[in-house]
């Protein structure tokens, strides 16, 4: 019924910059909150980034300076962007909203495939 589909991962040196592009379709009466989480390898899900249908953004510790999350609520649309990279940030980033459906009661969240991000020279 909701699709999120992300893009902008890659391989990227240490120091550089990139942006990740999340879109939202389906059944969608309306989007509550939508982030960004990312994760490496051996490692657990976390939160990276995540902005509230009324703008209210959390940031990780990890991501508070380097990390900006952007909504566009027009076109269902959340993007993430990283600057000064590291080897660290290496890990795959999926975005995830809660979503209210056009035709059935509730609150649901739906999360991306995934999209790759790799920090090295």
């Known amino acids: 019924q909701v699709q999120l589909v992300e893009s902008g991962g890659g391989l990227v040196p240490p120091g550089g910059s990139l942006r990740l592009s999340c879109a939202a379709s389906?059944?969608?009466?309306?989007?509550?909150?939508m982030g960004w989480y990312r994760q490496a390898p051996g490692k657990q899900r976390e939160l990276v980034a995540s902005?509230?249908?009324?703008?209210?953004?959390t940031y990780a510790d990890s991501a508070k300076g380097r990390f900006t999350i952007i909504r566009d609520n027009v076109n269902n649309m959340v993007y993430l962007k990283i600057n000064s990279l590291k080897p660290e940030d290496t890990a795959a980033y999926y975005c995830?909203?809660?979503?209210?459906?056009?035709?059935?009661?509730?609150?649901?969240?739906?999360w991306g495939q995934g999209t790759q991000v790799t920090v090295s020279s």
């Open positions: 902005e509230t249908s009324f703008g209210k953004q």
């Open positions: 389906g059944s969608i009466s309306s989007i509550n909150a």
């Open positions: 995830s909203a809660g979503v209210v459906l056009s035709r059935t009661p509730g609150l649901y969240t739906y």
